[in-house]
């Protein structure tokens, strides 16, 4: 009989979308746990199309990628599948002067072996010509040009393929890499380069072959990280905190994403969204919808959740949290403590700030007067109000992540449980433990 053998794209390596390796011949079916010339059948696929197509059976098989290297003794091809060593790279920003940062990055770093996933210095796989093609027919700016050709340190995702233009896996490597680069950006957020995901071959001697990218126009980030770069235990965080980031956007068998871990998922986009989009009111919208998705819609509910969760259930010791952490500020800045931030001083001004640009009206022209700064004498009250408020999301999530919190936002009914019952924080007792703060704390201005 004729069986179909597949392999998943998915990160999961059980659900769809599927990518046909081979069909096989044997004398009966298969079952779990039987194994192919390809790897061991971990589930039966149902007898619909295309499983059905042509075969009396379609098994789904977890691939040993050495086994594409050779025919399988059963398949009914004449010849062994093509195997296409293949890639897709996103340039990184990492420190790299160790005089500057004694965490400086020196070597590349793998992040997901089992996927080939790292952050390593791309440069000596460049060759003179691996972007001639593009000079010479792309009408490409000089600037970038001289983006891709100055690339140093990616993430970098290498995958076999069955063709050189393989739509399912190519759109998977694509889609980790861009989730990587997203856990990443939690991390540590950095400026980012011109030139967007390059994917391409692997040639025999290990450089390069470019046959796809797309170019952004990179908008700047918040002063406090204009600075930033890639630092060695950032690298090893993510190490830690991107499987647990990815199971976050697992997909059902038709490949949709499942609608477990909203309030999660809608920060991080927002998040996102907010670093693409050069109109300050509009990030600070995108930016504050994001922190209202972690932490609910009522204005003393997330004040009062904030203070808690950054205070480790202290509210006094959150409300006295620095929006500025140490590794922020280069040594070669003299540090004032007129320059520092709490989120006690921040937050009501960044409510302040999102119900006016919510609403259409007029944003005060307070908000617009320069205060001290780290990084220069005075800076627009606004500039750190997006340096608080992307601080408060990445803090967040990445601490859900580290303290396997996941399952307590899986919607946003849980989301409240988890708000009720560990930091015991409706609305009503928000509203009572904002005004017990006020008693210590009074109100301070920036």
């Known amino acids: 009989m004729r069986i179909k053998v597949w392999v998943s794209c998915n990160s999961d390596r059980h659900s769809g979308p599927y990518r046909l390796l081979d069909t096989i011949e044997r004398p009966e079916p298969v079952s779990s746990g039987d194994f192919t010339g390809y790897g061991a059948v971990i589930s039966i696929l149902p007898s619909i199309p295309p499983f059905a197509e042509d075969a009396d059976q379609s098994v789904l098989v977890e691939l040993e990628p050495a086994n594409l290297l050779g025919p399988a003794p059963e398949g009914v091809l004449d010849t062994a ?3 296409y060593q293949k890639f897709s790279l996103l340039p990184v920003q990492v420190q790299l002067n160790r005089f500057l940062e004694p965490h400086a990055i020196s070597e590349s770093r793998m992040i997901l072996p089992d996927e080939g996933l790292s952050i390593e210095d791309v440069s000596p796989l460049r060759g003179p010509d691996t972007f001639s093609t593009w000079k010479r027919g792309c009408f490409l700016s000089k600037r970038n040009i001289d983006e891709l050709e100055s690339l140093r340190y990616a993430l970098v995702h290498r995958y076999r393929a069955s063709s050189s233009r393989d739509g399912a896996s190519d759109g998977y490597s694509r889609e980790l890499v861009s989730l990587a680069n997203a856990c990443l950006s939690l991390i540590r957020p950095t400026r980012k380069s011109r030139a967007g995901i390059i994917s391409g071959l692997i ?5 390069i072959d470019p046959q796809g990218f797309n170019l ?3 908008v700047d980030v918040p002063k406090i990280q204009t600075l930033f770069s890639v630092r060695t235990h950032d690298v090893d965080l993510m190490h830690e905190l991107l499987p647990q980031f990815l199971d976050l956007y697992h997909k059902d068998s038709a490949g949709r994403l499942k609608d477990d871990y909203e309030p999660i998922r809608m920060a991080v986009q927002l998040y996102e ?4 989009n050069s109109y300050w009111k509009a990030r600070h919208i995108l930016w504050w919808s994001a922190i ?9 509910s997330i004040m009062a959740r904030i203070y808690s969760f950054f205070g480790s259930r202290n509210i006094v010791e959150g409300y006295d949290r620095s929006i500025y952490e140490p590794g922020d500020i280069p040594s070669v800045y003299a540090w004032t403590s007129n320059g520092n931030h709490t989120l006690g001083e921040v937050l009501p001004l960044i409510y302040e700030v999102r119900n006016s640009a919510a609403h259409g009206q007029k944003v005060a022209d307070p908000h617009f007067i320069p205060i001290s700064h780290p990084f ?3 800076t627009p009250l606004v500039d750190v109000l997006a340096e608080a408020a992307t601080f408060v999301i990445r803090k967040t999530i990445t601490e859900i992540l580290k303290q396997g919190l996941t399952e307590h936002f899986k919607d946003r009914e849980a989301r409240e449980r988890f708000w009720l019952y560990e930091y015991s924080l409706d609305n009503r007792q928000s509203k009572k433990r904002l005004y017990e703060l006020k008693q210590v704390r009074p109100t301070k201005s920036a």
């Open 292 to 300: 209202e998705a972690l932490y609910g819609n009522a204005e003393d």
């Open 81 to 83: 599948p093509v195997s």
């Open 216 to 218: 952004i126009d990179p």
């Open 273 to 276: 969204q907010g670093y693409a």
């Open 203 to 207: 040639n025999d001697d290990g450089t």
């Open 376 to 378: 220069q004498n005075s």
